[in-house]
């Protein structure tokens, strides 16, 4: 791994059994940045502008990387997705999308609006957890912006 701060990786999922998943899968890898887990788009919003109980934060605390699923409650992925990536200072966080959905709509919908990758969760153990570690590798080699 590149020497760097490790800034936390945010990551937006509502469902807890797929959020303890990542999780575990994460520590399986020896996944080394802090993790900051939010569940819907309106949540996310709030910590990346630092807007009610995440006023506290520093202003150079933007995570390092976004994982984001579509399907939530409130504010859904893709909007959250389109207002990060619409904002001069936000739009530089990489932004992944991890979803279950396969639909070429919803692929080509977060491209558009600038995703910087769409991974899809599989139900086969195997296949998640090298999604995941694909991404952690990703981490690990690429120069991140900073703020």
């Known amino acids: 791994m590149l020497s760097r701060e490790l800034r936390p990786i945010l990551i937006v999922e509502d469902s807890r059994t797929d959020f303890a998943l990542l999780a575990k899968t994460l520590k399986h890898l020896n996944f080394v940045y802090p993790i900051h887990h939010v569940v819907n788009g309106d949540e996310a919003l709030d910590f ?6 995440y006023q506290e934060l520093l202003p150079n605390s933007l995570p390092a990387a976004i994982l984001l699923d ?3 409650p409130g504010m859904g992925g893709k909007e959250c997705l389109r207002i990060i990536k619409q904002d001069p200072t936000l739009k530089i966080i990489p932004t992944i999308i991890l979803s279950s959905s396969e639909d070429p709509n919803d692929v080509n919908y977060c491209y558009q609006y600038g995703a910087n990758s769409y ?19 990703w981490l690990d080699v690429c120069l991140l912006p900073s703020f």
């Open 70 to 72: 579509l399907n939530l």
């Open 48 to 53: 990346l502008y630092r807007r009610g109980s």
């Open 119 to 137: 991974m899809v969760k599989t139900t086969i153990v195997q296949d998640y957890r090298r999604t995941i570690e694909v991404f952690t590798n």
